[in-house]
């Protein structure tokens, strides 16, 4: 039975983190996963700037469901300023109780601008941003975490720098995915380097990285000796992991698979959650993404999965449902594999000269520029 992981004055049990994921972890997923299980469920990653020059995409984004008991965001940014700032407003103006800053993003158009996976090559900045956002969200009470990743490349590995600085700085935990940028989610996660980060520093650290199935965290944890881990991709058209992670930490057996039709009663919740909060034609739209994932492995028709992934009514997705065969048994052949992005190995898009000086404070406030959350 795992420990209770905590954050500040956060208790985290199961120790289990939602990745923030753009377009995916807005309220409706959060609180589909949510009556899951329990954990932190984080919202889709803002940014500071956006959120500083009260930009109407990321206020939007800042929705949070009555039952969210514990309101998480991701903050990105990387003006020491202005995730001060971002900070307080999040803490004194939404209620906010954790805030997770993102130092992993792997996108070329933020690593160029020298944001995201690239940050912690440049420790002063890095620090700087860590302390002035503590310090912050220290007079509300509000836990801070950092995100990261192994490193740029194979090459100029930054975690157990990045460790040490976010310890330094007062952040409550790290949470580290065991891939460099340059991996993008290529290949396999290291665990030895979340391992090797657990040893380096006093902190909680989060381990993250092909957790696929309630097993995969059991076992990270043992191998790592990690606090928590955080999960991803792993629950993309399959919230009821949550479920299969709260009984795997509790020590109880796996529940059953669920059949196809237990699944179309998931993605019904969702599709309905959706619209609650966005309406209907809005809601069916954002909820065409999900259709893929959910039925990944199942024995559905292309002409069937066309039309869902169609769908613009309630009332249309209910008709489509209906002739999913309920009795299917869960496709036991996925069980352990992949899902979502993966791509391929790429040398990380960098700004001019990046390597030589790690302690250069240069600022690009173009790394905040035309992400998710303004």
Sequence with gaps: ??????????????????????????????????????????????????????????????????????????????????MARAAEILCGEHGVQHIDLNFGCPVPKVTRKGGGAALPWKRRLLAAILEATVAAAAPYGVPVTMKTRKGIDNDHHTFLDAGRIAEESGCAAVALHGRTAAQHYSGQADWDAIGELVEHVEIPVLGNGDIWEAADAVAMMDTTGCAGVVVGRGCLGRPWLFRDLAAAFAGEPPPALPALGEVAAMMRRHCELLVGYLGEER??????????WYLKGFAAGGELRQSLGLVDTLATLDRLLARLDPDEPYPVGELGNPRGRQGNPRKVSLPNKWWDERDDMSIDAGAELGLSGG
Excluded: W
């Design 1 to 82: 039975m795992a420990q209770t992981l905590k954050l500040g004055p956060l208790a985290v049990d199961p120790p289990v983190v939602l990745a923030p994921m753009a377009g995916v972890t807005n309220a409706a997923f959060r609180t589909l996963c949510r009556e899951q299980g329990a954990g932190i469920y984080v919202c889709e990653m803002i940014t500071s700037r956006g959120l500083v020059e009260r930009d109407e995409t990321t206020t939007a984004m800042l929705a949070f469901d009555p039952g969210e008991t514990v309101r998480s965001v991701q903050l990105y940014g990387v003006d020491p300023t202005f």
């Design 283 to 292: 809601g069916c739209k954002e909820f065409r993404k999900h259709i893929t």
